[in-house]
């Protein structure tokens, strides 16, 4: 290859990078300058905090965030202890109807919650659970795509450990605890992450069964407040938006290889 | 036993809600039931113009942005994986709008197309342009989505070639480097076929992501103007929470769901696909 085209592909990678970067740093420079230098560029541009104290008074940004980690929390830690128990029951129990289980399990690949969301609001609404962390949660907890991941890891387990466990007097869940779940440990860390960012992120249901601040996520918050109606200027949206992805971002970046890695490895299964 | 719960759970929240949808697209009328079968809100589907537009809308959407972003994705892969300098760096920026949540980003999307201050303007202003209105023209606001989404997936999906790249053996490289030949035929004739698989895998999940992402057109659009920029699940939204006619609502999700059908079967012929390859 000459060296021509070696530099033109190498700067386009780099272009590329910026552009893709752009929206986020462009953010960070609106949100810690004065609304005046949102669209003029000088790097002598006074620095201030005024943004994010503003924003921060503006919606009830706290109340945002202990709702979503709430949520994600319940999410995550239902879709664990749920899609254990299926994925060992699918991977390792012999019984009658197991193809077809397994079959409309993984029909939810598919047919996603969110595309459900006219009659899922009924369900919800003859339960009570509208406008609560339940409500939100519930429809997410069984995740074929958990009981997908995991019960392919336990396939790999070696049935001699579970009959070696079977022999010391193990009851089945005992197994699963002492056997499955530490060999698996990569997958939950991979599902974890991906479930955290996909639900952190999620928005089109919550905002259809959340009505008041006392459940509504950061997501569905947000949408709220950068609405053109509320009047808030574009430094202060900015701050905003950095504040609800903030502490998403901050896993991010510290745990960036472990990000990529599971993605890799929940998208190659 | 073990799976009772999990079970339950997947039942009344996507197997019910199937069903009913279905039962309601027959026997609704707005947010009622009626005691007979009828075909009136499939009647009203073809006789509804602005479906049309959002169906029309929504396979234009597809049409460009899953093609458009594979390709990138590719592109992305193929740089990471290679031996540039600060390829960490770049395969975190190509990464980060995956991580960051769609409500977030398209505030700031939606300051880059405002008309009258914002940054694109602004830019083509610089150049004596006098500025396209991004979101506000029935022409241009769809294809404005399109940029945004394609800049959301396009790191998404460069991590399953980055996956797939990693599994490619080197042999074949070594083989080609021996044969003299150019980086253009390698990636033709050797990394490309051996992509196929995950090809036809992203496609799949891309096309599924095309139909069940809406989120930025709260803020961005609100599928204006003049529905130029609606898709069929805001529609859905649309008519089951702004117009209050479930019922109708129904009907679009059977649509929706039998596109999903489709895509499901497509997804079966993409698993056999893989098979072979291996």
Known sequence: ????????????????????????????????????????????????????????????????????????????????????????????????????????????????????????????AGLNLIDTYWGVALPYVA?????????????????????????????VLAIIWKVYVPLAKPTYLAFSLVSISYHWNNFLWPLVVTNTEKSRPLTVGMSIFGAPESGVDWSIISAGTLISVGPLLILFILFQRQFVQSFMQAGIK | MLLLPAMCLLVTFTHYPVVKTIARSFYGFGTKWESKATLDNY?????????????????????????????????????????????????????????????????????????????????????????????GDPSVALYSLM?????????????????????IDQNLYDAAAIENAGKWTVFRRVTFPLLMPTTLFVLVNALLNAFKLVDHLFILTKGGPNNASNLLLYYIFENAFSFFDTAYASALTVLLLLVLVVLALLQFGVIEKRVHYR
């Open chain 2, 147 to 167: 940029a945004m989404t394609i800049w959301k997936e396009a790191g998404f999906f460069m991590i399953f070639y980055l996956a797939a790249l990693q599994t």
């Open chain 2, 43 to 135: 009647r009203y589907l073809l006789e509804d113009e602005v479906l049309m537009q959002v169906l029309y809308n929504s396979f234009l959407y597809a049409a460009i942005t899953v093609p458009v972003s594979i390709v990138l994705a590719i592109a992305m892969a193929l740089w990471v994986n290679g031996k540039m300098a600060g390829k960490g760096l770049l395969r975190t920026a190509y990464f980060t709008p995956t991580v960051l949540p769609m409500i977030s980003v398209a505030n700031i999307w939606l300051f880059f197309y405002s008309p009258e201050i914002g940054l694109l303007n602004k830019l083509l202003g610089v150049f004596g342009h006098g500025g396209v209105n991004w979101l």
């Open chain 1, 1 to 124: 290859m000459n060296r021509l085209t070696r530099i033109v592909l190498v700067s386009m990678a780099w272009l590329l990078g910026f552009v893709w970067l752009f929206p986020l740093i462009y953010a960070i420079w609106a949100a810690i300058h004065p609304a005046e230098y949102a669209t003029k560029f000088s790097l002598f541009a006074p620095l201030t905090m005024d943004n994010f104290k503003e924003a921060w008074n503006e919606a009830p940004f706290l109340r945002y965030m202990i709702n979503t980690v709430a949520i994600t929390l319940i999410i995550l830690t239902g879709q664990l202890v749920l899609c254990t128990l299926a994925a060992y029951a699918l991977a390792r129990m012999e019984f009658f109807g197991r193809g077809l289980m397994f079959a409309l399990v993984l029909m939810q690949l598919m047919v996603v919650p969110e595309i459900l969301i006219v009659e899922n609001y009924q369900t919800l």
């Open chain 1, 143 to 171: 995740s074929a795509f958990g009981i997908f991941l995991l019960r392919q890891t336990f396939k790999t387990v070696p049935q001699d450990l579970e009959n070696a466990a079977k022999i010391e007097g193990c009851s």
